[in-house]
């Protein structure tokens, strides 16, 4: 898997959202050790086959577009810290807390660095990188890529299409982002050449007398050289650099993921238990027609079995419905012609019946039994009429018992007949 580094240019660069065709940004894709497989500048719609296929895709913000604080804060934890960061910074922005994402990073002698962004301008970068295929985003500060040497001031000019973008690590461990628009800008030519030793004087403006280590990408170096006093040391600045203080921010924990505030994390933590859930249903309901397959294929095959049987024996049958239920027919009706009986007949039912309801004298009160006003066979059933109408529970229920053990069943109608079968 890969990661996908993105360099936006501030918000300040553009009157307009930058997220257009038109809009350039810096990129480096790497994989997850961290060596370079390709960068360059190109248009953000140009990276979406890049951002569909990366595993993150890592926003650096600009560092003017991102407020850093050093503050004391109670001793909360970081739940309470949270929820109090708000009300501990509003006094020191001009903006409303309500409109921004406030984070907090490293704890140092002391003082908790704080980052603060614009909420709806990382709504915006967030909408579009995921309406460009990206999965997971994660947005640092520009302030993470720029080194912490002791004893110096170090800063990173990076060059855009409409200006250059200056962030400055002080000695007191603070940090500021400025963006450096051309003095006389052509709006008919957004990409045209710009004094870059401008950047220079802003920085001695604000570092007056500290040595400073400055890392210029490669197309500003040789005007910041030629500019630069014995106390500035140039350093030519690529992505390699800018990867490896990512990571090493990261496990400091010099870098909070800005965009964990927008709840974008927590949605892409839902998809893959929903995916596993949707699996799991799709191997169950396979699973289910598997089985149903299976049994219907044995159903098929012991009717193809019977019916082949069947028409083996009764080669003369033009029709077979029920296999089974004719062959018992066939067989019933062969062993009365022989002269044998069979377990439905009139005499095997009533014969049984007798054995079974004489059987039950001596449990009656008394030893008598109702009388039986008419006997009747129909379709291979008993049907018998008792004279007063219908027995009692006791006895209808010890006669079902008498009759079970000679392979009959009793059932009662609506109108008090008692209806006996064979059962097999």
Same mark, same amino acid.
């Given at each position: ?181 051309? $003095? ?9 050449? =710009?004094?870059?030793? /401008?950047?220079? +004087? &802003? #920085?001695? !403006? ?122 018992? $027919? ?9 002269? =044998?009986?069979?377990? /439905?007949?009139? +005499? &095997? #039912?009533? !014969? ?73």
């Amino acid at each position: 898997m890969s990661i996908l580094y993105l360099k936006l240019p501030p918000k300040a660069a553009y009157d307009t959202p930058f997220f257009n065709d038109g809009a350039v940004c810096s990129f480096a894709l790497a994989s997850d050790t961290g060596d370079l497989k390709n960068e360059g500048r190109t248009s953000l719609s140009s990276l979406a086959e890049l951002l569909r296929k990366a595993r993150h895709a890592v926003v650096i913000l600009a560092a003017s577009d991102v407020t850093q604080l050093q503050i004391k804060t109670p001793p909360l934890s970081m739940a309470r810290l949270k929820l109090a960061l708000p009300g501990l910074v509003e006094d020191q922005l001009l903006a409303d807390t309500a409109d921004c994402i406030v984070m907090a990073g490293a704890l140092s002698a002391g003082l908790h660095t704080v980052f603060v962004v614009q909420r709806s301008w990382l709504k915006s970068i967030a909408h579009t990188l995921t309406a460009l295929g990206a999965r997971h985003i994660v947005a640092l500060p520009a302030q993470s890529t720029v080194p912490d040497e002791e004893g110096v001031t170090t800063a990173v000019l990076t060059e855009h299409a409409q200006g250059t973008e200056l962030a400055i690590r002080l000695l007191s461990r603070g940090s500021i982002g400025l963006w450096l628009a051309p $003095q006389q800008a052509d709006p008919l030519s957004p990409d045209q050449p =710009q004094n870059n030793t /401008d950047a220079l +004087t &802003t #920085l001695r !403006a604000i570092v007056p007398h500290d040595p400073i280590v400055l890392y210029a990408v490669p197309t500003l170096l040789y005007d910041v050289q030629r500019a630069a006093d014995a106390q500035i040391r140039i350093v030519e600045d690529n992505w390699q650099r800018r990867i490896g203080s990512i990571k090493n921010a990261i496990q400091k924990n010099n870098a909070p993921n800005m965009m964990s505030h927008l709840g974008l994390r927590q949605a892409n933590l839902w998809r893959w238990p929903l995916a596993l859930a949707a699996a799991l249903l799709i191997v169950n309901m396979a699973a289910l027609n598997i089985e149903w397959w299976r049994a219907a294929h044995q159903v098929r095959t012991l009717q193809a079995g019977m019916e082949k049987i069947y028409r083996t024996i009764y080669p003369k049958d033009p029709i077979i419905l029920d296999p089974l239920a004719q062959m018992q $027919q066939k067989i019933a009706t062969a062993r009365r012609a022989t002269g =044998q009986s069979t377990p /439905d007949d009139f +005499t &095997t #039912l009533s !014969a049984s019946f007798s054995q079974a309801w004489f059987g039950l004298a001596p449990t009656t009160s008394a030893g008598n039994l109702p009388s039986i006003s008419a006997l009747e066979y129909h379709d291979r059933s008993l049907l018998i009429r008792l004279k007063n109408g219908t027995a009692s529970d006791a006895l209808t229920a010890s006669l079902k018992t008498a009759l079970t053990a000679r392979h009959l069943s009793l059932s009662q109608t609506t109108d008090g007949i008692w209806e006996i079968k064979h059962t097999p």
